[in-house]
């Protein structure tokens, strides 16, 4: 059964600093992955998604990348600001109907 | 965004009484999915539908049924609902296989 694990739970930064949100998942028969960004009260929104051919995606301050080998992918978000505060979950799709299976997400803190 | 509503947003209930959740969407996707989230959880798929009628169940299905009659129309029903279910419901639709999902808004559903 695939399992996916984000660490670390939650991340508290001062604004400015660059930093990076691990994902790893114990089968490496996976589609492609997915970054999600969900804010307090609110749904998800898609940041990136990086096919299982791909190697990373980019957009803007945003990079993400993919060890499928290795089970691992890492967001790496640059120059933080507060409003980069939120909750990032990693998932993959395994299998057939685009079914996503989410890791349990990364409480980010960015403090002016 | 995405054209997702899903009704009710907030709902408390008593144990054991049948609830219905509605996702609707106006983007005539073919894939729909309902999730739960529970803190330290992440999402959980409970059913998905890839078409009209055709529905199958996810990891965590027991106590829900699904209905699609329609291609806007995901209904989640709890038939005898109990506090377990107490949750965050939210519904996702897909255009095509291993593409991203787009996500409603979320229902917070308390169970007395």
């Known amino acids: 059964k695939q399992e996916v694990t984000q660490i670390p739970a939650a991340l508290s930064v001062p604004e400015g600093e660059n930093l990076v949100l691990n994902c790893s998942f114990t089968?490496?028969?996976?589609?492609?992955l997915q970054w999600f960004r969900q804010d307090p009260g609110k749904g998800l929104t898609s940041l990136l998604l990086i096919q299982s051919s791909q190697r990373e995606q980019t957009s803007g301050r945003l990079n993400a990348s993919l060890d499928k080998s290795s089970g691992r992918s890492t967001l790496y978000i640059a120059a933080s600001q507060p409003g980069d505060s939120a909750t990032y979950l990693c998932a993959v799709i395994q299998g057939g109907y685009n079914k996503l299976i989410f890791g349990a997400g990364t409480r980010l803190a960015v403090h002016p | 965004d995405a054209g997702i509503t899903q009704s009710p947003r907030h709902k408390v209930t008593e144990t054991g009484t049948p609830v219905t959740l509605r996702c609707h969407q106006t983007e005539n996707h073919r894939y729909m999915y309902w999730y739960r989230q529970d803190p330290g959880h992440g999402l959980r798929l409970i059913h998905y539908?890839?078409?009209?009628?055709?529905?199958d169940k996810g990891e965590v299905s027991d106590g829900y049924s699904v209905s699609r009659s329609k291609t806007e129309d995901f209904l989640l029903t709890l038939e005898s609902a109990t506090s377990s279910q107490t949750s965050v419901y939210f519904c996702a639709i897909g255009l095509r296989s291993e593409e991203t999902q787009y996500f409603g808004p979320g229902t917070r559903l308390l169970v007395l």
């Open positions: 089968d490496s028969a996976i589609y492609n």
């Open positions: 539908s890839y078409g009209v009628k055709d529905t």
